[in-house]
Structure formats: structure tokens, C-alpha cells
């Protein structure tokens, strides 16, 4: 049986935006979108898949569950769409979208083969990229960025060798050289600029269950001293990206704290780019944890073909598969009405919105409120789409 929702119909919608109610559509002016969630093989087809539908220009959003035949259906005003499919079953995760689909003077029936994969046991719990205000002074400041890395699971897991980096284009709303032109994405992913990773010897850097790691990829210094509304990252046991070889712009990289402890400062495997200072987007990063599999990362990089020029430039980036991916959060310009995705929907089938920067915003994942209960720790959402496992928060968790 299929679920429905009519714009123009008060009883029954399910919206995530807003509409002018006192305004509805002219049903001649209406289409039906039926879209099918199409399991991978050796997967049951099942009901209660989400399905999201986002209007590209509008930036109206609807929710809606997939019904036994594994098809939902939502009758639209014309416009062009993002549809996106999640679902997940255990620590099996599905997912599936497709920008671009166009709805306009006729029905239109979309399926959606959906790519399965498994729930990690790290997941990247917040980014913060996007600066704060300068207060009591004029002026922004960027030089405070992190990520934080969760231990999802039921088992210590350890660090050591946990590479990252971010995926090509630097921007969600630039044009992505890699893509096809029907914005078909590689099967593999370009890494800007540099890869780097956690050292240690194998066990040299357990994280328990329901922990958190911090990694201050510029500037582990005490923020927050000189710019009350940045953070302290001078704490022990935090990680830093402090290279002055290959990233010698200061004003981004100082001297790590008095606090910081040698060992914990990252690999740098590969620097491919030009820039001074490591390069993560301020407003739109598409960024990912990932493990070498079957090789050391070091000889990965050396290998012919794994270091590509950007087609059409000389920008050379080192390229990793998807599978090695442990996940990923793609982040989409709050500031723009044209972005496109970087992570395939193995990674991440759909984003997480930067609305501004320079305010002290962060991309913050949410806490799964039963399994934490269940668990007696912090547990958090993890469906391998950032539309329903991230949120923009006001403020940074580590601002005190």
C-alpha cells in the first residue's frame, strides 16, 4: 500500500519546511512523484524506508515512509527535487538519492537503487569549520577549527593509523571536475590537499566505548584566552595537525600548547596541494575518516594512478577507494541554492546544512537517546545520511 501526502491538503502532510497554507496550489498546477526504494540483492524489500523530498530551489523539504510495496508517493507542485532514501535494519544501513529530478506537467516515477552499508564503529561526532566573531574585538577569526571522533560501538577501538582528509571539491557550490556531466560521481574519491593521520604503533591509542577523541586540525593552542567565543584546544590528549614543513602559515598553524604531547600530533602521508595552512572549507567541507585496507597508506600513495591531476588543471590530488571509507559527513552551503554532493550514498546519502559563518556554529551528530539509555553511554545516530544525523548547533560543545 502506498503512503501519500497532498501539499494542498491539511489533514495527513508531513512536512520538515514551511508553506503558505492560506495560499494552496491549483491542482492543475500538482504532479504525483512515486518513488520505488529498490533493496540491494540478497536484502528483503522492506516497508518504512524514509523518504526525503527537498524542493532544490525552494528548499521546502517533505518526510514520508515507504509503505509494503516499498513505494511512496506525494503529489507535488512543479519544481526540481532532491529525493534521497534511508533506511536501516540492525547495523545494516540503506540508502540511495538522486538530484535533479524533475517534476513538471506529468506524473513521474523515480527508482531508487539503494546501496547498502554497515553502521561503523567510529563516526565523526562534530565539525566545526565555520569560525566565530572576533568579540570584544572587530573583525572574524578562523584559526580554531576541529573535528571530534566518536567510539560508536560496544568495544574499545584504537586510533593508531585512523587517516582523514576532505573529498573534492573544496566547496559544496563549486563545479566538481571529477563528476560526469549528468553529475555522476567517480568510484573512487579525490582528497584535497593532504591526507593525514593518527600515528602509533597498533594499540597505542584506545578510545572506550561511548568516547570522544579530539583533533584540532589548526591551531591546538587556548582560543578561547584572546577570543571568548572560541574554544581551548590546548588540553591533553588532544590530536594536532602541526607540520611546519608543510604547512607553515602561523597564523593557522602556531606552536601547538604546553599541554599538547608530541605523540599526538598527525602524519602528514601526502600533501599534494599548494597551500600553506591545511584546507578545510569554511562553510561547505565534505569530510571523511577512512582506514587503508591490505596496504600501508604510505605505499598506497605511491602507487601509479593513486595520485591524479583534477581533469582540466595540474592540481594533483591522491585518490582512495570508497570502501575504505569508515564515514563521512558531507556539509552543504546554508549561503547557496547550488550544491551538489561529493560523498557517494554509501558514505553519506545526504548533508548537513552550515547556515553561517563566523558566528560559532558547529555541525553537531545527534544522540541516540534508547541506545544510550540501553547502553549506559553516549550513543549516536549513525544512518549514513547526515540530513537525519546531524544538526547545526549555536554554539561549539568544547566552548566553556
Not at 577549527?145 to 577501538?157: F, G, K, L, R
Not at 599526538?264 to 569554511?282: C, R
Amino acid at each position: 500500500m502506498q503512503n501519500k501526502i497532498i501539499v494542498w491538503a491539511a489533514a495527513g502532510l508531513l512536512l520538515t519546511g514551511c508553506m503558505d497554507m492560506d495560499a494552496p496550489f491549483a491542482p492543475e498546477n500538482l504532479n504525483r512523484l512515486t518513488v520505488t526504494a529498490v533493496y540491494p540483492a540478497g536484502f528483503e524489500t522492506r516497508s518504512g524506508a524514509t523518504v526525503t523530498i527537498e524542493n532544490i530551489a525552494g528548499g521546502i523539504s517533505y518526510s514520508i515512509l515507504t509503505g509494503d510495496d516499498a513505494k511512496a508517493t506525494v503529489t507535488l507542485p512543479g519544481g526540481i527535487y532532491r529525493v534521497a532514501v534511508s533506511d536501516r535494519d540492525g547495523l545494516d544501513v540503506f540508502n540511495g538519492n538522486r538530484d535533479r529530478v524533475v517534476v513538471s506537467g506529468q506524473d513521474v516515477s523515480v527508482s531508487l537503487d539503494l546501496v547498502h552499508s554497515r553502521a561503523g564503529m567510529l563516526v565523526i561526532k562534530e565539525i566545526y569549520c565555520g569560525g566565530c566573531p572576533k568579540t570584544p574585538e572587530q573583525g572574524t577569526y578562523q584559526s580554531d577549527q576541529y573535528v571530534i571522533v566518536h567510539n560508536n560501538s560496544d568495544v574499545i577501538t584504537y586510533l593508531d593509523g585512523l587517516c582523514m582528509g576532505s573529498v573534492a571539491p573544496y566547496n559544496s557550490n563549486a563545479n566538481n571536475a571529477w563528476a560526469a556531466a549528468d553529475g555522476t560521481l567517480p568510484d573512487f574519491l579525490p582528497i584535497l590537499d593532504a591526507i593525514v593521520r593518527i600515528p602509533g604503533t597498533g594499540t597505542s591509542f584506545p578510545l572506550d566505548p561511548g568516547q570522544d577523541a579530539v583533533i584540532a586540525l589548526r591551531g591546538a593552542i587556548d582560543h578561547a584566552a584572546t577570543y571568548p567565543l572560541s574554544v581551548n584546544l590546548n588540553k591533553p590528549d588532544y590530536f594536532v595537525l602541526y607540520n611546519p614543513t608543510y604547512f607553515y602559515n602561523q597564523t593557522y598553524h602556531p606552536a601547538p600548547g604546553n599541554l599538547i604531547q608530541q605523540d599526538h600530533y598527525l602524519d602528514v602521508v601526502i600533501k599534494t596541494g599548494q597551500s600553506n595552512a591545511y584546507t578545510l572549507s569554511l562553510n561547505s567541507p565534505a569530510f571523511v575518516l577512512f582506514q587503508a585496507q591490505d596496504v600501508d597508506i604510505r605505499d598506497w600513495v605511491l602507487q601509479p594512478g593513486v595520485v591524479r591531476n583534477t581533469p582540466g588543471s595540474s592540481i594533483q590530488m591522491a585518490t582512495i577507494p570508497p570502501e575504505w571509507v569508515i564515514d563521512g559527513v558531507e556539509v552543504f552551503n546554508g549561503s547557496s541554492a547550488d550544491n551538489h554532493k561529493r560523498l557517494l550514498p554509501s558514505i553519506d546519502a545526504g548533508y548537513v546544512v552550515l547556515s553561517e559563518t563566523f558566528k560559532g556554529h558547529t555541525l553537531m551528530r545527534r544522540t541516540n537517546l534508547e541506545a544510550s539509555a540501553q547502553k549506559g553511554y553516549e550513543m549516536l545516530m549513525d544512518s549514513n545520511n547526515s540530513s537525519n544525523d546531524l544538526y547545526e548547533s549555536e554554539t561549539q560543545s568544547l566552548h566553556e
